[in-house]
Each structure stands twice: as structure tokens, then as C-alpha cells.
């Protein structure tokens, strides 16, 4: 984190007002205001925040797994449903999905904030108070970083590095035929919350209550750390990838990089109780709906008969629920059976159209 | 590199025309086009650009070194005036100069386009292009990166990860007093030429001409890569930071980190010839716009009395040239002597203000 250029002469600035923007600080202010949670840097951090980069020891017999993904405002989330704590929670998130699909345990991120100077004070904090409320829970270092004024739209970039041991390494490339596909958790509810907070007045965003799983599910996905580590720390998936855009467009991708077809059963799929509900009262199909439907954070992931029992202990070790969805097949076509008949399987997300 | 989502029919897009947006792209023909100049990967790379996040074997007894910088549309480059290639380019060499900073060699970059659905994919191809070329010659692997819509301008968010010897790495902080001042390069270049973009109808933002020594510098900074490792390597600075905010803003945040003062001379600094001629002609103070003007990416050294020789030797190997500026003094004031008077010397460039 660079405390480029600007000093202020109270730069406690004890006397603005949580609405005040961002533009009454200095950036030495604002750095302060991101550093100030932070726990005490580890031993291997040999250089933290505060100059032009990071400087870190490495660690010794592990191969190093990157990833960058960005949130945007306006095409991943919606200020006037997304409270700024859930923009730094799902910022941060989106990132150690992509490790843990990776079998990866993160260490430490780089935080990239692209602000309009009229964001109010209390907004910057509230998204750096989801980002490290989940750094610390995860035990992600936050390493440094960037700030810098954004004429338009709030972009939230994040780059993590994690490790994992050589030869662990979970691709999306290792499933054959034969392999049955997993996914973690339940789908849908994030699509289920999104559709519910368009399709009402959400009037400005506050934090969603505990017991709102759907809006939850939006906009405090659980990233599934754990679980992958423990996946690939002991060899238990043949293929893995997470569900950023759906779980249609995933097995997709997984079953193209592998170079195997898939069949997934729809009545199998886990979709969240109350995202069913949700859909149903909106005369949606909820099986379209959730196989379509993005920011899911779950894994798809595939596992060779023979290694069921290692995946099933690696499973239970993580305290996380997975549910059986369909199989590898050797013909290239990726196929949703319903009610008998099969079809193709819908793809999720489409970025740019 | 993820291919988020999107397929399409065509891939190849070959009907497509140079001005069609990337809209009319899908994801996969987008990556497939930075992969496309990309070299083959390194041995180290064990996974890269297409799965959940980029796997690498890290160097042995080399520390790392981390740094994400973005460039933003309407505060860092304006496309009026900022070729494709332009933005590509400094996209990187903002981020090689941060490594270069702290002596570290560059060796691999992730990179996040947020872009605008109507972006002709020949600005695409541009953007593209200068970020290879840069990369190729500073001999940087794109490990990853992400693909995002921008309902707004275009951001790039690079994250650069170098190596540096154990107790090798250049900090901003090292500095005592008594230490001397170098700047590599020249300075005021990049400002005169922003200054000529925006004082002129610059037209459509085609390449400057090569012999446009302004527009290069603006456009097409270089970043001081081997210098910075040399400097690293041979122990020859004390501190170091690069001027990616100006001249004035380093000298301050260098004396801060480090416990010292400073004394610029004003004669001394190495003012590039065209900007003094550019600055006369506009009645601007070629000393004032130099210090403040952000945008040289040129290294502010530190260098001990008795390691002169060291340093010199190293800036020999290195082909690029130093000038001395100052001197750090005990007594905290961060002053500039002009035509004999000493007053403090100005800060550079605010980003939120």
C-alpha cells in the first residue's frame, strides 16, 4: 500500500463526519484507516505495507498458486443492495475461491482500490472492514496494495498468493471418464438473493440480517478454503474449479479442459431450500435459475471411483457438506437429464455480452 | 487468465473488422488473443494463463517481491491522447519500476482489463500489444489475470512479482545523513509532454513518432529494471524509491521513511533539454513543473559517502545514467536551494485532491 503523495495537517481528521468523502482525506489517512486492523505482520513479511512493494520469504518445498480477479460496480455488484462491508468481504472472496479450487492455502493478498473521491468515509471503512475481517479469518496477510481516485465506478482488484505442496495442485484438467462430479454446499441462493434484491426496494443498503440467507448467500459467500486444501493435500479430487459464473458454465469448462463429456441430475442438485422457495413464488424454474446463476462460491469437483474414501474423509475433515451430481462421460457432451430426458446443459454467465 | 463464461459460434471472429467492439468477442477469442504473442512458458510454470489461478515453483534463496499498481482512465492516461499500446505499456512499467525500486529482477505479471463493452478490439489488440512487448523485453511471463466488463472507464490493475537476494532488497528507509542524492535519467519529459497533450487538439491518439522525445516519455516510460538490480545486487544504495508521483513527492517520502532530511539543488537537476525548451516557450518554471509532474518513472537513490565506487560501478554496468541532486541532511527539513535561498520543496501530484 503506497501513501502516494498527499499529507494533511490533521491527518487523524477527528472532526469529519462518518458521510464525509473520501476526498477530505489524505491517502496517508486513508492507508492508516485500512493498516489499523491489520494483527501484527508474520516473520516471513520481511517488507509490509508502506513502500513501492512487498517484500516476503518464500516458503520452502511448496509451489506458489496466484490468482487476480476484480469486482466491478455496476456488473459484479450493486451499490444500492451491496453494503460496503459485503464489496470488501466478497472482493476478497471471489479470490480465495479461485485458490481453494486450486487446493491451495492462501498467505497473503494485494489489495488494488479504485475509488470516486465522493465515496463517504464510512463506506471505505466498511469495505475495509469486510476485507479483513475475512483476511484474518482466513489467515491472508494483507501485503500492500494500491489506491487511486476512479471517475466512474468503484473496481475492487485483489490478487492472492497461496501454496500448495508439488504435485497437489488442483486443475480442472484431470478428469476421465467415469469420474463422478461433486459439488460443495447448496446453489442458487446468491441467484435467489440477487433476484429478490432487483425485484424489490432495497432501499440503501445495510448490512442483510443474520438470518437472511439468501441475501447472506449474496453478499457474504463463504469462499471454500478448507475444504480445498484438504482436497488437494490428500489427493482426493481428479479435476476442481469453483463456480464464480454457475455451476452450467463450470462443468463446462471443467469437462472441456479435461477432454470428457458430462451428465448431470437434476434432481440431485442441491439447491438451497429457500432459494426454492424464493423461485418458486416467482414462477422461476429454480433448476434453470441455479444452474445459470452466478456468484456461488462453491467447488465442482470430480473424483475417480476408486479414490471415493479419501474424498469422503477429506470431506469430512472440513466440516463442509458435498452432494453428488452427476458423472464423467467419454463422448465430449455435456448433458443435464430431467424428468427422463436429456438436454444440454445450460451455460451460466456471459461477461462482456 | 480465465475464460469466464462466454463461448461463440465463431471463435476466430474472422469477419469481425478492427473497429468492431470487444462485445461482438466472446471471452475465450479475447484471451486467445494475449495468449497468441505470449512465448512459450518457462519450465517454473506449472500451471498458467486458463485454469482457476497460475501455479509456479519459486526461486530458490531469493526472496519475492510483490507490487499491484492500476492505471485509470480519466486520472492516470486519457485515450485522447494515450495510444492503446501506450496504455498497455505503462500499465506494466509502472509496476517494473516499483520492482526496479526495491532492486528486484522482474518475473512474472497478472493482469486485470476492466473494459468497456464498445472498446474496438483493435484498442483491444493495442493494449495488448504493449503490455507483450514490455514484458517480452524485460523478459516478464503473464502468468494470469482476469477479463472484466467496465460500465465505465478502463482500468488496469497489474500485479508484478519479482526476486531479490536475502538482504539485497532496496528500501525506502535506509537513508543517513550525509548520504548523497542521485536521480537516474532526466526529468520534466512526461510532464512536458502531458502538458503538450493537453495544451494542443492532440486528434485521435495515434503512436507518437519515435523521434517525439516528449510523447515517448509520457507514453512510453522505462522503467529502470537493470539499474534497480544492479543497485540491489552490488549493495550500492542505501535507499531507494521510484518518482512514480514526482520528483518532490520521493525526495519527502524517502526522507520520512528513512528518519532524515534533505537539500535539493535546484542547478542541478537533470531537466530534460526538450521539456526546458517546451516549458520556456510556455512560460512555465521548468525546476517547478519538473519537481511536481508525476509520471518519470526514474529511480531516486541514495548512495553512503564510502560506497560510492560501489554505486558508480553499478551505474556503469547498468547503461543509464545518474545525476546527483542533494544530499541527506540530520535535521528533517526537506528543503530546495535556488539561486542561493532555501525553501521547502514542493510535494508532487495529490491523487484524491
Chains 1, 2 share one sequence.
Request: with cysteine.
Amino acid at each position: 500500500m503506497r501513501s502516494d503523495g498527499a499529507t494533511r495537517i490533521a491527518d487523524a481528521s477527528p472532526g469529519l463526519s462518518p458521510d464525509a468523502p473520501i476526498a477530505e482525506f489524505s491517502e496517508r489517512e486513508l492507508i492508516a484507516r485500512i493498516r489499523r486492523p491489520l494483527p501484527a505482520a508474520p516473520a516471513w513479511m520481511i517488507v509490509g505495507i508502506g513502500d513501492d512493494a512487498a517484500v516476503v520469504e518464500t516458503e520452502r518445498n511448496r509451489l506458489e498458486v496466484l490468482s487476480l480477479d476484480a469486482i466491478v460496480e455496476g456488473v459484479h455488484f450493486d451499490r444500492r443492495f451491496t453494503p460496503p462491508r459485503a464489496i470488501g468481504h466478497r472482493a476478497l472472496a471471489v479470490n480465495l475461491s479461485d485458490l481453494a479450487a486450486m487446493g491451495a492455502a492462501p498467505r497473503l493478498a494485494l489489495v488494488s482500490l479504485v475509488l470516486p473521491p465522493a465515496l463517504p468515509v464510512s463506506h471505505f471503512d466498511g469495505i475495509v472492514a469486510g476485507l479483513t475481517d475475512l483476511a484474518a479469518k482466513e489467515r491472508v496477510e494483507i501485503a500492500g496494495g494500491n489506491l487511486a481516485r476512479s471517475p466512474g465506478p468503484i473496481v475492487v482488484d485483489i490478487t492472492v498468493v497461496g501454496t500448495v505442496k508439488r504435485r497437489r495442485a488442483l486443475t480442472r484438467a484431470g478428469a476421465k471418464a467415469g469420474d463422478e462430479l461433486y459439488v460443495s454446499g447448496s446453489i442458487g441462493a446468491a441467484a435467489a438473493g440477487l433476484d429478490r434484491f432487483r425485484s424489490t426496494d432495497a432501499g440503501d443498503a445495510g448490512a442483510p440480517a443474520a438470518d437472511d440467507p439468501l441475501a447472506s448467500a449474496y453478499c457474504f459467500p463463504t469462499p471454500r478454503v478448507r475444504l480445498g486444501v484438504l482436497l488437494g493435500r490428500n489427493e482426493a479430487a481428479s479435476a476442481c474449479m469453483d463456480l464464480s459464473d454457475g455451476l452450467g458454465d463450470a462443468v463446462h469448462q471443467l469437462a472441456a479442459a479435461s477432454g470428457v463429456g458430462a451428465t448431470i441430475e437434476a434432481d440431485w442438485l442441491p439447491i438451497h431450500a429457500n432459494a426454492r422457495e424464493w423461485f418458486a413464488a416467482r414462477r422461476i424454474d429454480a433448476i434453470d435459475a441455479s444452474i445459470a446463476g452466478g456468484d456461488d462460491y462453491e467447488l465442482l469437483i470430480a473424483v475417480r471411483p476408486r479414490g471415493r474414501r479419501r474424498f469422503e474423509a477429506a470431506v469430512r475433515s472440513s466440516g463442509t457438506a458435498v452432494t453428488r451430481i452427476g458423472v464423467c462421460t467419454a463422448d465430449r457432451e455435456v448433458l443435464l437429464r430431467r424428468s427422463g430426458q436429456e438436454a444440454a446443459l445450460p451455460r451460466g454467465y456471459q461477461h462482456f455480452r
